[in-house]
C-alpha cells in the first residue's frame, strides 16, 4: 500500500484520521458506498452543479466569441490571422500558469476560472464555426445569389445551417474539454468537481477522489451524447440517404 | 416581373476584367425575342457564361445596356432582378438542408408568397417536371439521382414564374441517356410555358436541338454569329463557325428535317429500304447507305408505298 502509509514518518500516527464514519471510511477502502451516500446531497451533487454551471457558461460564452470572430473573418479574411494567432496562444499556455497570470488580476473569483475556460474553448470553436462555413459547396453558394438571395439571407438560410455539422463537432470537443479543465478550477475557487478532489488528495482520501472524479467522467459523456441527439435533431438532412 | 415573357436585348454589351487585355465580352449586340431559346455556343474562352452572368449582374457590365422586356438591368435592384429570373446552373446548387418542397419554394418565399400558395405552386412545378409531388415533395437532394435533381433545379428556377430564364449547361453533368430525356422534357415544357430562355452549352448538337437560335461566340467573347440552327448549317458566316458546326454538319442540317417535309417523287417501280414519314433525312441517308441503294421508299401509317426520296435529291437540299 503505497500513499499516506508510506510517506508517514516514525513516531507520527500511522493512520489519519478520517473523522466519524464507518469502518470503510475510517480504513479508508478503495470505495465506501456508505460515504457516498452520507455526502451526495451536502457534497457530491453541489459540486456537481456547479461543475456543469461553470461549464455551461465557459462554452456559451466562448461560443458566442467563436462565432462572432467567425462570421467576421467569413467576411474580411484578413482577420484569420490575427485570431488564430491569438486563440492557439491562449490555448498552449498551460492551465495552471494561466490561472498564475490571471490571479493578481482579477483575484481567486469565478471571472479568473471563466476567463481561463473560455480561452481554452476559442480556438476549436472557431476553427469548426469557420471550417464549416468554408464548406459550403460553392454551387450552392452560386444558386443561391442566382436567385436573389441578400448576404445576410444566404448567410441565415443556407450558410449557418450547412455549417451545424462542424459547429456540433466543435462544441462536442469544446464541451468535453472543458469539463475535465473546469476541475482544475479548485485550486483558484472552492466549486466544481475539482474542489472535492482536491480536498480529498490531501488526505489520500480514496472514495471522495474516485467519485469525484466519476462524477467528471460521467458529465462528459452524458454532455457529449446530450449534443449528438442536438446535432441529430438539427440535421435531418444529413443522415438521409437513397432511399431507392 | 412574372409570367409570359419578355424580349431580352444585349446592346454593344462589353465586359473587361481588370488587369486583363483583352475583355471577356466585346460589343455583344443579340435581340432573343419574347417566348424563344437562344442557345450561347462556343470553345472555352469564348465568354459566353460570362454573358449569360451579365443578364441577372452575377457579373458587372463594363459598357453597353442589357435590357429584359425594354427595362435595363442596371436600373432594377439586384436582388428584385434575380428573383425575376430563373436561374439554372450545371451543378444544379440544390439547399442540401432543404426539403425538395423547400428548394422549390425559394424564390416564392423571398417574394413572401402565402404559405398556400407556395406549396400549391410546389406541387404544380413537381409534377411538371416529372415528379409526383406525393412522392418527392419531402426528399433531401441526398435522395435523389441526378436526373431529379435537375428537375427540382428546373421546377425552382420557374418557381416564380419569371418571364426570363437563364440556363448554364444544364444538362452538362448528366449521362447521355438522362440528358436527352431532360432535353426534350424542357422542349415539351417550353411548348407550354414560353419563357425566354438564354441556355449556355459547350454541345453544338444540343444547340441545335434546343435553339430557336443560335449565337456562336469565339474566343475573346466576340460574336461570330446569330442565327437560327437552318441557317447556320446551310450559311456559316465564316471558317470558324463552319469548323465549329463540324464537318458533319450537312448531317446535322438533314437531322433537322423529316421525310414529309419533301415532296416524293413518284413510285416508277423504284426500289430501296423503307421508312415512315416521321424519319429524319439523316436517317434516311443512313438506311440508303446500309442497305447499298440509291433510294427510299417513303411509307404511310399502313405501311403501303407513298412514294420516293432518292440520294440525289438529298444531296441538293442544301442549294
Redesign the interface.
Known amino acids: 500500500m503505497s500513499g499516506p502509509l508510506a510517506q508517514t514518518q516514525p513516531g507520527e500516527p500511522v493512520i489519519p484520521d478520517f473523522g466519524e464514519g464507518s469502518e470503510c471510511v475510517v480504513e479508508n477502502r478503495l470505495f465506501c458506498p456508505d460515504w457516498v451516500r452520507d455526502n451526495w446531497s451536502g457534497v457530491l451533487q453541489p459540486a456537481l452543479l456547479e461543475h456543469v454551471k461553470l461549464t455551461l457558461i465557459a462554452v456559451a460564452i466562448g461560443f458566442a466569441i467563436a462565432l462572432a470572430a467567425a462570421l467576421v473573418t467569413h467576411r474580411f479574411r484578413l482577420a484569420e490571422k490575427p485570431f488564430v494567432a491569438f486563440s492557439a496562444v491562449v490555448y498552449t499556455i498551460p492551465s495552471l500558469a494561466l490561472f498564475q497570470l490571471l490571479v493578481p488580476v482579477t483575484g481567486l473569483t469565478v471571472t479568473t476560472v471563466e476567463v481561463a475556460l473560455v480561452g481554452y474553448t476559442l480556438l476549436i470553436l472557431y476553427r469548426n464555426v469557420l471550417e464549416g462555413l468554408r464548406g459550403v459547396?460553392?454551387?450552392?453558394?452560386?444558386?443561391?445569389?442566382?436567385?436573389?438571395?441578400?448576404r445576410r439571407?444566404t448567410l441565415w438560410?443556407?450558410e449557418l445551417?450547412?455549417a451545424?455539422p462542424a459547429i456540433m463537432a466543435g462544441l462536442r470537443v469544446a464541451v468535453v474539454s472543458t469539463i475535465a479543465l473546469a476541475t482544475v478550477a479548485a485550486l483558484v475557487i472552492p466549486e466544481g468537481l475539482g474542489y472535492p478532489i482536491f480536498l480529498a488528495l490531501r488526505e489520500a482520501f480514496k472514495t471522495e477522489i474516485i467519485v469525484a472524479g466519476a462524477l467528471a467522467v460521467g458529465l462528459a459523456l452524458a454532455a457529449d451524447a446530450l449534443l449528438v441527439l442536438a446535432e441529430r435533431a438539427l440535421?435531418?438532412?444529413?443522415r438521409?440517404?437513397?432511399?431507392? | 416581373m412574372s409570367g409570359g415573357a419578355a424580349e431580352i436585348a444585349f446592346d454593344r454589351v462589353t465586359k473587361r476584367y481588370p488587369g486583363r487585355a483583352e475583355p471577356a465580352v466585346r460589343e455583344l449586340t443579340l435581340t432573343v425575342p419574347a417566348g424563344e431559346i437562344c442557345c450561347l455556343v462556343g470553345p472555352s474562352g469564348a465568354g459566353k457564361t460570362t454573358a449569360m452572368k451579365l443578364v441577372?449582374r452575377?457579373i458587372d457590365i463594363t459598357e453597353g445596356d442589357i435590357t429584359i422586356g425594354g427595362t435595363s438591368v442596371r436600373s432594377l435592384d439586384?436582388?428584385?432582378?434575380?428573383?425575376?429570373i430563373g436561374?439554372v446552373?450545371?451543378?444544379?446548387?440544390?439547399?442540401?438542408?432543404?426539403s425538395v418542397a423547400d428548394n422549390v419554394a425559394?424564390?416564392p418565399r423571398?417574394l413572401g408568397w402565402p404559405k398556400e400558395r407556395s406549396a400549391a405552386r410546389v406541387d404544380e412545378l413537381l409534377d411538371l417536371v416529372d415528379l409526383p409531388a406525393d412522392d418527392y415533395r419531402a426528399?433531401?437532394p441526398?435522395?435523389?439521382?441526378g436526373g431529379e435533381r435537375q428537375r427540382v433545379?428546373l421546377a425552382?428556377a420557374l418557381a416564380a414564374d419569371p418571364p426570363v430564364m437563364?440556363m448554364d449547361e444544364p444538362f452538362g453533368a448528366l449521362d447521355p441517356i438522362t440528358r436527352a430525356r431532360l432535353q426534350h422534357e424542357l422542349l415539351r415544357i417550353q411548348s407550354t410555358l414560353r419563357k425566354t430562355i438564354l441556355f449556355v452549352t459547350h454541345d453544338i448538337d444540343e444547340a441545335i436541338l434546343i435553339g430557336d437560335r443560335i449565337a456562336i461566340l469565339r474566343e475573346g467573347g466576340v460574336l461570330a454569329q446569330y442565327d437560327t440552327p437552318e441557317a447556320l448549317l446551310e450559311r456559316p458566316a465564316d471558317e470558324f463557325v463552319a469548323r465549329f458546326l463540324g464537318a458533319d454538319r450537312g448531317l446535322k442540317l438533314l437531322a433537322l428535317r423529316r421525310l414529309d417535309e419533301l415532296e416524293l417523287a413518284p413510285l416508277d417501280g423504284a426500289d430501296g429500304p423503307g421508312a415512315d414519314g416521321s424519319t429524319t433525312l439523316r436517317d434516311a441517308l443512313s438506311l440508303m447507305i446500309t442497305a447499298g441503294s440509291r433510294s427510299l421508299v417513303v411509307l404511310d401509317g399502313d405501311g403501303r408505298a407513298r412514294g420516293v426520296v432518292t440520294l440525289d435529291v438529298l444531296a441538293g437540299l442544301a442549294e
Open positions: 459547396p460553392a454551387d450552392v453558394l452560386e444558386a443561391a445569389r442566382g436567385m436573389g438571395l441578400t439571407q438560410r443556407v445551417p450547412l451545424v440535421t435531418p438532412w444529413a438521409a440517404r437513397r432511399t431507392a | 441577372n452575377l439586384v436582388t428584385g432582378l434575380r428573383r425575376g436561374y446552373i450545371q451543378q444544379v446548387g440544390l439547399f442540401p438542408h432543404m425559394t424564390v423571398l426528399r433531401f441526398s435522395q435523389l439521382s433545379g425552382r437563364l
